[in-house]
């Protein structure tokens, strides 16, 4: 007799322990169909409709907190910092949750006090994180904090330990390098600014070892280099720079125009172009050459390259323009004032005329970091914002 109740016993709990699991896998079934329903609505724009799905979840079953994490950043990502805050505040201080999902939710609320500005709290969550197995997270975030409040010093450090966790991965250290050859080079015109210009060319040279070519740093040493009356290595600097960022070939050439432009030695800047103008991809080394022959008031010779130009650029607004300021100085002002009517007529003109290549976001002036996203380097002249269209 004690046998068959013990067997009843055993088949009892076998049997309510099927049942237990069908309901978890049910309820688990749910919370995935919802999930995929709320990332499709993310995916979408569609906030609201995310929110509504993940909502299902969060009322159905309200010991879970998985839905209320998500459901947090969802809020966020719709800009309602104020209720991302709220969720994911109430997570991180449950007592009974476990670690793991506890830290998860107070991560993400370092994420929202960031994103509402409050630096120094989410500062102090991210850098408790620091011996956490998501470190790397965590110390990304901490250095977008000292990146938007300027303070250089501890971005490097941060940037650092960062390349020390990326031991071994090539692509992310050389993102990491050049990067820190950045908060280098802002660290070094933080100190020139202040009239320090030895220290500030120690920070350059920091940032020259890392990387050699990255635009920003060898702009801000060409101020160092004409102080130094370095013409020489100004010109080798940026020879280096036109070979290997093509993509920056207008900033490269206005800068290195306007750095000659405060020497005693503007001729050097007109050899220079001389010597690359027979290069095949040489848009703006010609435009800057009539530019620099209009400087220096060879104006018919500057006339006789800017209609070589337009013929082989014939839709080049920018080139329009040049050759109607020549008119004027060539005192043909009926000719260029129907030329600037017409050029003021192209549509493309009021374009914004850079775009970030990770996020999209579009601006009038280049920045090296975009504004939105914070991606270092991935901001160009747009490709269809041509001065280059040709026939």
């Not at 070979?243 to 050097?268: A, G, P, T």
Request: charged fraction near 30%; proline fraction near 2%; aromatic fraction near 12%.
């Amino acid at each position: 007799m004690i046998y068959l109740i013990i067997i009843f016993i055993i088949s009892f709990l076998l049997i309510l322990f099927l049942y237990l699991y069908n309901i978890e896998k049910q309820k688990n079934k749910n919370i995935q169909s919802s999930y995929i329903k709320g990332i499709d609505y993310v995916l979408s724009d569609d906030f609201d409709k995310a929110i509504s799905e993940i909502l299902k979840v969060v009322e159905k079953y309200k010991g879970v907190s998985e839905p209320v994490i998500s459901l947090g950043n969802i809020y966020r990502a719709k800009g309602d910092i104020e209720k991302a805050i709220q969720l994911h505040s109430q997570v991180s201080k449950k007592s009974r949750l476990n670690e793991e999902m506890r830290k998860e939710a107070y991560y993400y609320l370092g994420i929202d006090f960031k994103k509402a500005g409050f630096f120094d709290r989410a500062s102090k969550i991210f850098d408790s994180f620091r011996k956490e197995k998501n470190r790397i997270n965590a110390l990304e975030q901490l250095e977008g904090i000292y990146v938007e409040l300027n303070e250089w010093d501890n971005a490097i450090e941060i940037r650092n330990k960062l390349l020390e966790e990326y031991n071994g991965d090539k692509e992310k250290l050389d993102e990491s390098r050049a990067i820190l050859a950045h908060f280098y080079t802002e660290k070094a015109n933080e100190e020139i600014n202040k009239g320090d210009i030895n220290n500030g060319k120690t920070f350059i040279e920091k940032a020259i070892s890392l990387n050699p070519t990255l635009v920003y740093t060898i702009f801000s040493y060409s101020s160092i280099l004409l102080k130094e009356n370095k013409l020489d290595e100004i010109i080798e600097r940026f020879e280096l720079l036109l070979e290997n960022k093509k993509e920056y070939s207008h900033l490269i050439l206005d800068k290195l125009e306007k750095v000659f432009s405060m020497s005693n030695q503007y001729l050097i800047y007109g050899k220079f172009l001389e010597k690359h103008l027979t290069e095949d991809n040489n848009y703006y080394i010609f435009l800057s050459y009539i530019k620099y022959l209009r400087k220096t008031g060879n104006i018919e010779d500057a006339i006789k390259h800017i209609c070589i130009f337009l013929d082989k650029y014939p839709n080049s607004p920018e080139g329009q323009f040049l050759k109607a300021d020549l008119l004027v100085d060539n005192k043909k002002n009926a000719e260029a004032l129907t030329l600037y009517r017409k050029v003021s007529m192209i549509p493309f003109l009021q374009i914004k005329p850079y775009r970030c290549n990770n996020c999209g976001y579009e601006m009038e002036s280049m920045l090296w970091r975009c504004p939105r996203c914070g991606k270092w380097d991935t901001v160009n002249l747009k490709e269809d914002f041509l001065w280059i269209k040709k026939n």
